[in-house]
């Protein structure tokens, strides 16, 4: 069986973007950005989107004031093969991507039949709390920001189940983010 692992930013209260989609409030800079390109090399992994996400990932990452930012990160990033899943986009454009419009859960389901396939979400907290509720996430990364906004949306919104998990490893940066690193704890008996 593939495995599904989801990376998410969070503030300290627990949202993963703010009003407008804003995720200005992450700290990208220093340890953060050389542990971004770290993850990006030799990454197998596909990494998968929801509408909201995609579009913003792909409207920033192709460009060349990307490119001249994170360099490495960029060049990972569109390299990489991508999924969105959208029933509204009519065609994804952003280099290896591919659009399903089928069922989140069993189009899920049958891309983990595979196992050699590593999926990972970005963002995407719709489809997080989606598939959590279905149990088929095995790794939740999340980088937990020093900071706290007033409003926003919260990481597992919409989850309908309780979602118990095991701490399995923690990394702390210079800035003060710190990431942790979680599996269901179903799994980890």
């Not at 995720?23 to 989107?49: N, P, T, Y």
């Not at 093969?81 to 509204?88: A, C, G, L, N």
């Not at 979400?121 to 149990?135: H, K, P, R, T």
């Amino acid at each position: 069986m593939g495995t599904l692992s989801t990376f998410n930013f969070l503030t300290l209260n627990g949202f993963y973007k703010g009003v407008d989609e804003d995720i200005s409030w992450h700290r990208h800079g220093g340890d953060e950005s050389s542990f971004a390109s770290e993850q990006m090399e030799g990454r197998k992994s596909i990494l998968v989107f929801g509408r909201v996400t995609y579009e913003s990932m792909s409207s920033w990452w192709p460009t060349p004031a990307a490119l001249e930012t994170m360099p490495d990160v960029a060049k990972g990033m569109n390299e990489s093969s991508k999924i969105v899943f959208s029933t509204t986009m009519e065609s994804a454009d952003w280099e290896n991507t591919t659009l399903i419009r089928g069922n989140l859960i069993e189009e899920i389901k049958k891309l983990k039949a595979d196992p050699n396939v590593q999926l990972t979400i970005l963002g995407s907290g719709s489809l997080v709390a989606q598939l959590a509720d279905a149990g088929l996430i095995d790794h939740y990364a999340i980088m937990i920001d020093p900071v706290a906004i007033g409003e926003g949306t919260a990481l597992f919104s919409g989850m309908k189940t309780k979602l118990d998990l095991k701490l399995v490893d923690t990394q702390t940066f210079n800035s003060g983010v710190i990431l942790v690193n979680y599996i269901p704890l179903e799994r980890s008996l």
